[in-house]
């Protein structure tokens, strides 16, 4: 099937193609983020390697391309969701609920009980997935991220 979701773990040699569907991915908030923090979301492969290095960071192909990525990191009992992308072409086909049940499943085998993530208030569309996969924001409310309104979010697991 051409449109078959197909989620491995990344490695090193897909950095560049991780970087460039973050940059895809992210290219239209770019005027919502500072100059100051939308390089810190959308990172380039140097970066990109370096968490392969720190924590899992899978990568989700359709018709043998890279469409959609992302990475955890655990902190103590908590798994940090570092950061997820769907290139637009491909939204709507379930990458991201994906990518979430493979994070899910990464958290208990590394014995966390909590996900935790940050996003911007401006991605309604990725809250909305958040909320409908468990996630509640956290009560401490907005906070400023190089210039850029920052909330984080959290899913208790067990």
Known sequence: MKDEICLRL?????????????????????PLYTPEAFPRTVIGAEEVEQRIQEGPV?????????????????????????????????????????????????????SCNRLRLSTTPFLESAIRLYERFGFTREPEGIRDWYGTPLLFMEKAIG
């Open 10 to 30: 990344a490695t090193r040699a897909d950095a560049a193609a991780i970087a460039a569907v973050l940059r895809e991915a992210f290219g239209e908030f770019q």
């Open 58 to 110: 899978w990568v989700s192909m359709v018709a043998g391309e890279i469409a959609g990525t992302a990475s955890a990191v655990a902190q103590g009992q908590i798994f940090y969701i570092r950061g997820m992308a769907v290139v637009p072409s491909a939204r709507g086909k379930g990458i991201a609920r994906r990518l979430l049940e493979e994070i899910d499943k990464a958290a208990r085998q590394n």
